[in-house]
C-alpha cells in the first residue's frame, strides 16, 4: 500500500467547522434530501460559495447539537477557513443563545433555522463579503492543484522506491524528486494565498459578525412564527411530532409561504375553541332547560307548589291521588338534542364569490368541525363543490385517524373558483352515505349561492335522505334572500352576515 509523504501529509483534509458524528450527518443529510428548501439554500449557496455544502451542514450542527464544539482554524483546509470565521462569530452572538431555544436538539427547528440563515447568507455574500468569497474559492482550487500535484510525487516514489537496483531506477527518482519538488511549490503558492486571505479575513471580523447577526435576527423571527404556525395547524396536542422530521419541515415551509394559510392558522384556534365548548354545553346542559308546564308524576320535576301540600294532613291524600293518577302539576323540560356522535360530512361551495373572507369562514368552520369529529371519534368527509361541470374534491378522515395534518392542510389549501351547482355534491354526500362509516351522518352545507334544482332531483333526494336518516343544516353566506332552493331540502337554514366564530355557534352545536 502506498504512504502518503510528509509534504502530502502536512495538507489538513478536515472540511466541518463543527464536531460532529456520522449521527449528526446522517441526520442532516436526511433532512436535506427530503427538503426541497434545504436543497434550493444550497444551490443558491454554492454558486457564490464552493464550500456552503459543509457550511451548511455546519450551521446546521451548531444549532441542533446539545454542546457544540467549534474546531481550530488550522484544523481545515485553507478554504474552509472562511468557514470557520463565519460559523465562529455566529456562535459568539446574544442570537445565537436566543436561535438554540428554539434548535437545540429539535431537527425541524435547526433545519428551518439553517434555511433562513443560508439564505440571508448567500445574499450577504454576493454584496458584502464577495471578495472574501472568492479568495475562499481560489485556495478550493489551489488545494485541488496541491493535492494532484502531491498524489503524482508520492506515486512516483513510491515507483521509484520499488525500481531500486535497476537500470530505470536513476530517472525514476529523478521523476520522483521533481514532482516533489513542484508539490513543495504548489504547497507553498498554497499557503501565501492563505496567509493573504486570513489578512484580508481580520479586517472583516466585524462586517461577518454583523452578517451573522442578521441572518439570526431572522432565523429567530422564522423558527418562532412557523411554531405557532405548526401548533396553530395540530389537530390534538402532540399530533405534529408524530411525523417524520423530514414531512414536519416540508409542512413549516409550506406554511411559512402562504399568506392564506396564516391567516387562517389565526382564526382556527378560535373556532376549534368554540366548537368543543359548544359539544361540551351541549352534552352538559342538554336536558334541563323550563320548556312549560305539564301533568306527571316524576318527583324531580314536581313543582314546589305541589310539594307544600305533602305537609298539610287534609291536603296530603289529595297530593298522593294526583300521584297515583299522574296529575301532579310538573315543569315540561325541553333541553337542547342529544350530542350527535354520528358522522359529518361538510360541503363547502368554492365558486369564485366564495373567494377571500367568505372562503377563509367557511374552512374555518369545516376545520372546526373535523376538530369535533376527531374528539368524538367520528368519521368527517368534507366535498369542495362548484359548477356541474368542475370536479368535486372529496377529502375523508376515518374514525379513529391518526397524523392527518396532510389532509387538514389539504382542506385548507383547496380552492376551485368555479361555479355553483348543489345536485353534485348533493349526490355524492348520499353516496358517501351509504357507506356504513357514514351511515346517519350529518350534512353540514355551506354557500353563498344560488342555484335552481329539478323537481325531479329534489323529490328523489329527499326521500334518500329520508331513508338514510340523515339531516342537512343549510349555511347562507352573506346571502340577504332567503335560498327557496337551499329551504326545500334542508332540515334547518342558517344566515351568516358577520363572518366571526360566534357565527358558527349554531352549526358547532347542530352536530
Known sequence: MMQRSILSQAIPQETQVVEHDAFDKDTFLSMKDNAQALLDAQEKGTRELNTFPPLMQDMFNSLYKYSPKVREPNQLKSSHRFNHSLVNKATETDQYNHLRQYTKLDEVNSALATVTIANKLTETIKTELKEQAEEANKLAQQEVTCQNACDKADSLLDIA?????????????????????????????????????????????????????????????????????????????????????????????KLAGKDKLKKLAGMLGRFRRMAIHSQKTKINHGLDEVHDMETGSDLEKVLPSELVNLRHPLLKKQFQRKFTEGQLLQY??????????????????????????????????????????????????????????DPLEIIEVHKGEQNIIDKVIQIAEYFLNGGTDFEKPLNAAIELIEKTEFKKADIVFVTDGHCGVSDEWLQEFVRRKAEKETRIHSVLVEMVQSNETVDSFSDQVSTVMDLTVDSAVEIFQGV
Request: glycine share 8%; aromatic share 4%.
Open 161 to 253: 522506491k520499488k525500481a531500486r537496483g535497476t537500470p530505470q531506477a536513476k530517472d525514476l527518482q529523478d521523476k520522483a524528486n521533481q514532482a516533489q519538488a513542484k508539490a513543495g511549490t504548489t504547497q507553498k503558492k498554497l499557503e501565501k494565498m492563505q496567509a493573504q486571505a486570513e489578512k484580508n479575513m481580520a479586517g472583516s471580523q466585524q462586517k461577518i459578525r454583523q452578517a451573522m447577526r442578521s441572518a439570526e435576527l431572522d432565523a429567530i423571527r422564522d423558527v418562532k412564527e412557523t411554531s405557532e404556525l405548526m401548533e396553530a395547524w395540530g389537530t390534538e396536542p402532540g399530533q405534529l411530532t408524530q411525523l417524520p422530521a423530514e414531512q414536519r419541515l416540508e409542512l413549516a415551509q
Open 332 to 389: 315540561q323540560l325541553r333541553g337542547r338534542e342529544k350530542a350527535g356522535k354520528g358522522p359529518i360530512v361538510c360541503c363547502v361551495d368554492s365558486s369564485g364569490s366564495m373567494g377571500g373572507d367568505n372562503e377563509l369562514w367557511a374552512k374555518a368552520v369545516a376545520l372546526a368541525l373535523l376538530e369535533i369529529a376527531q374528539m368524538q371519534k367520528r368519521a368527517f368527509a368534507v366535498i369542495f363543490f362548484g359548477s356541474e361541470s
